[in-house]
């Protein structure tokens, strides 16, 4: 082979390994693989850096559960390439739901994490692993409680005084000069959602000036909220978050007020004969630790206690990941390449 082929050869079999994900890889050594004695006392200690990849994060492969909805997939896929560069662990993403990522960590503990972990949802499974002491709250995964509201566009938000509070809204909107009734874009009929924001309506005293629209899905929810911003409409939406829509397109919240908890409970009645104002409930929303790592691996706990991902970021992530193409991985490579000054502070104590 010339010497120009020869270094042809090299630069893709470089290109080729700077391509792979991020994380880190080990080869294992068969069965029947002899490894020569070391020759001295001082070659059988483990070097320097094999005694610091033992001491941040054990043994064992670090496993993280990656859930099957985006920002959850994301952010496993985030975690992992954080640990793998920062900490030299060796990582393992695996596949995950709530119930049972919950439930094998509270008996096996494993897999070691799941960064986006809803308490809330699974109450009595994470419980009873936490009073178990086999799992634990790291930090929130994002840096708010309270993921559902009502938005409207910026251009509509223009005619308001900040913030724009929802029980102003029966005096504000005819003040406002927009047509009455404003279209409401509300959540499918069969989603809880439906039956509270129904019921929201009612209790704001609204129900006369807005018109309730609830799509057959979330496909047309998403068409319905593009086609108003589109005619530059002024309307009125449910959402939640994270969701790429808040961030692909200008809107504002509508502050919601305080939470009362006997007023939810109504207003998630399809029977509610008195419905009152209340926000939406808040949702925890941590990352999920096996409680081993707190006690083996302190570096990696302290890094989790500080790995808070802001809401707008991961907005915008979900929004790169509806680009042509996309894939989570591609755009957790891009986070981590792109965002150190989100994630410099979660490895800012390393050892």
Not at 91 to 106: C, I, K
Not at 172 to 188: D, E, H, K, N, Y
Not at 189 to 214: F, K
Request: proline content about 7%; overall charge negative.
């Amino acid at each position: 082979m010339g010497k120009g082929s020869f270094l042809t050869a090299m630069v893709a079999v470089l290109a080729a390994l700077m391509a792979q994900p991020a994380v880190a890889q080990f080869t294992e050594l068969s069965p029947d693989t002899s490894v020569d004695a070391p020759a001295t006392e001082a070659d059988a200690r483990p070097a320097d850096d094999e005694l610091s990849s033992i001491s941040l994060c054990g043994t064992q492969p670090f496993a993280i559960a990656r859930m099957s909805w985006s920002s959850a997939a994301l952010l496993a896929e985030i975690h992992a390439r954080l640990l793998a560069q920062n900490f030299g662990c060796d990582v393992r993403v695996t596949p995950g739901d709530l119930a049972a990522t919950v439930s094998s960590m509270g008996s096996t503990g494993q897999p070691a994490m799941a960064p986006e972990m809803w308490t809330t949802r699974v109450a009595d499974m994470w419980n009873q692993a936490s009073e178990a002491q086999m799992i634990r709250a790291a930090a929130p995964t994002y840096g708010a409680e309270t993921f559902e509201g009502w938005y409207m566009p910026a251009d509509l938000a223009a005619a308001f005084a900040a913030p724009i509070e929802a029980s102003a809204l029966v005096q504000t909107l005819p003040a406002s000069g927009v047509a009455l009734p404003l279209r409401f874009i509300s959540c499918p009929v069969d989603w809880a959602c439906s039956v509270i924001n129904r019921n929201l309506i009612a209790a704001q005293g609204l129900t006369n000036m807005v018109e309730i629209v609830e799509p057959a899905n979330r496909f047309e929810m998403d068409q319905l909220i593009a086609a108003a911003v589109n005619r530059r409409e002024p309307f009125l939406f449910y959402y939640w978050q994270p969701n790429a829509i808040l961030a692909q397109l200008d809107f504002v919240p509508v502050d919601m007020g305080a939470f009362d908890a006997d007023a939810a409970k109504c207003l998630a009645s399809r029977v509610c004969t008195d419905p009152k104002a209340s926000a939406f409930p808040a949702d925890q929303v941590v990352m999920a630790v096996a409680d081993r790592v707190f006690s083996d691996m302190p570096a990696l706990a302290g890094y989790l206690q500080r790995a808070t991902m802001p809401l707008a970021e991961m907005n915008r992530m979900l929004g790169q990941l509806n680009e042509p193409g996309a894939t989570v991985e591609a755009v957790a490579d891009r986070f981590v390449a792109e965002r150190g000054e989100v994630w410099s502070d979660w490895v800012s104590n390393l050892p």
